[in-house]
């Protein structure tokens, strides 16, 4: 005799079906698969890659060196815009900046790249539980319907408010506190030491679901003011802190690229425009790489708890600076400039099954992270991405790839080769007002603007060329 199973009233089986075409399409999202890697997603604001493990030995950054021996370190990785909300704009959406789109630190990228699915959203809807802690983008409702739940930043602790960055009233005007100290306070007394703890909480919350985990974090520091517990700073012997080798404007260098530094001149004690002294600029060096180990530790303890939940194994891990920052380079302190030391920042990332321990010089541009990540994951990638994935990368440090990095700044657009970095400054209308070329391979600094020497005429003509039919354009109108 032939078996046949029991059949389901028509009801029951029509109620089965509905809920799980509900639980698979509805609102797009894609249905769990509890097998897929985690993505641990670390954002520092105003990271240059002043690290040890990029080669720069007097930096104490143990956890990071640490992440890039077991992983994939790119030693040449550039943002897309060096300043905030447009380079977090730029890199969640998968998007290239424009004149008119990703153009200030106030960017948001529901604005900016409205219809466009944003990186945690995609990651959402293909069935990862999603997180935000902390600055991942630079508003924190900015994208939120990609968040699985509301996006936590951190309250001001009472030490940062009642001596950072309090705002006090001199000469009848309101300025920022100092741009540096040494904290008495502990980790847990700054506002990245509560988003470490609130993400190193949510792994243990997160180990516990059936579901793959898309968890952001973003650190604040080293962006000013560069304050930092007093073991950081004392890591770094004073009479060893020096003043950078470019400190000096780069010979032929136009107006277009040098300015005041805006952003420190709100803190007290910086004078309203010209250079600060040697003393201020050595404790701000001290400061700043003070912040970075204070990050690096903090960035250990999240890395710690993700081997003792058992979970690294299975978890994506990628961390990347928003943009670089000028210590003094080009008499300049911010980020705000076409000058390879704003553009270049650091990009890091381990993944399940992927060789250790390896580096790359292939140039590798911040929009290639969302659909890299998307790859790594099994994730089909949106058609709207500009950048590529870099995993053939990871599989072959020294495969052939990209010819160019490409950023801008405001009115200057910037091209990164092998060998040269050019910038042209340009009009609203296009009009061209300036331009650089550095030569990496004789003038790493970028001390020495060629771009007007007759001896480097075809390099200029060649990059001009390769700059304005590689930016790209949006596959739908902006």
């Not at 539980?129 to 319907?145: C, L, P, Q």
């Not at 904290?183 to 030491?193: F, I, N, V």
């Not at 400054?425 to 030569?439: C, F, N, S, V, W």
Request: aromatic share 10%; net charge neutral.
């Amino acid at each position: 005799m032939k078996f046949s199973p029991p059949s389901l009233p028509t009801w029951l089986l029509a109620a089965s079906l509905f809920g799980l075409l509900w639980a698979t399409c509805f609102n797009g999202v894609a249905p769990v698969d509890a097998a897929r890697p985690n993505v641990l997603f670390i954002a520092v604001d105003d990271l240059r890659p002043e690290l040890n493990c990029y080669g720069r030995s007097h930096i104490h950054s143990p956890h990071i060196d640490a992440l890039a021996a077991s992983g994939m370190l790119f030693e040449r990785s550039y943002c897309m815009v060096p300043t905030c909300g447009a380079s977090r704009s730029s890199l969640m959406s998968g998007l290239r900046p424009s004149r008119k789109r990703f153009t200030s630190y106030l960017t948001r990228a529901d604005q900016d790249a409205a219809g466009y699915t944003t990186l945690n959203t995609h990651f959402k809807n293909n069935g990862y539980y999603t997180v935000s802690n902390g600055k991942v983008f630079h508003h924190r409702d900015d994208s939120e319907i990609g968040w699985s739940e509301p996006a936590w930043r951190p309250k001001a602790s009472p030490y940062r408010l009642a001596v950072n960055l309090d705002l006090q009233a001199r000469g009848g005007k309101r300025q920022r506190g100092p741009a540096y100290e040494s904290s008495p306070s502990e980790d847990q007394d700054h506002a990245d030491g509560m988003t470490a703890e609130k993400t190193i909480n949510d792994l243990r919350r997160l180990a516990k679901m059936d579901q793959p985990f898309f968890l952001a974090t973003g650190f604040m520091k080293p962006h000013l003011p560069f304050v930092a517990p007093k073991k950081y700073w004392d890591l770094y012997d004073p009479s060893e802190i020096h003043l950078p080798p470019n400190a000096q404007v780069p010979q032929d260098a136009p107006a277009e690229a040098i300015h005041n530094s805006g952003e420190l001149r709100a803190y007290h004690g910086i004078p309203a425009k010209g250079p600060v002294s040697d003393e201020t600029a050595r404790n701000m060096i001290h400061g700043y790489y003070a912040c970075v180990s204070f990050i690096d530790a903090q960035i250990g303890r999240i890395l710690s708890e993700l081997e003792t939940l058992e979970l690294a194994d299975n978890t994506i891990v990628v961390l990347w600076g928003d943009h670089g920052w000028n210590l003094g380079d080009h008499t300049l302190w911010c980020k705000h400039s076409c000058f390879e030391s704003s553009m270049h920042a650091p990009l890091i990332l381990r993944a399940p099954g992927m060789p250790r321990g390896q580096k790359t010089a292939g140039l590798t541009e911040f929009i290639d992270i969302y659909p890299s990540l998307c790859d790594l994951a099994g994730i089909e990638s949106p058609e709207h991405l500009q950048g590529r994935s870099f995993t053939p990368l990871l599989r072959d440090p020294v495969t052939p790839w990209k010819v160019a990095a490409i950023g801008r700044f405001q009115a200057g657009d910037t091209i990164r080769t092998d060998q040269f970095r050019f910038s042209e400054y340009t009009t609203p209308k296009g009009a061209q007002t300036a331009r650089m070329l550095y030569d990496h391979s004789e003038d790493p600094l970028e001390n020495i603007n060629l771009s007007e020497r007759s001896t480097h005429a075809d390099q200029v003509q060649e990059l001009t060329k390769l700059l304005q039919t590689g930016k790209g354009k949006d596959k739908r109108k902006n």
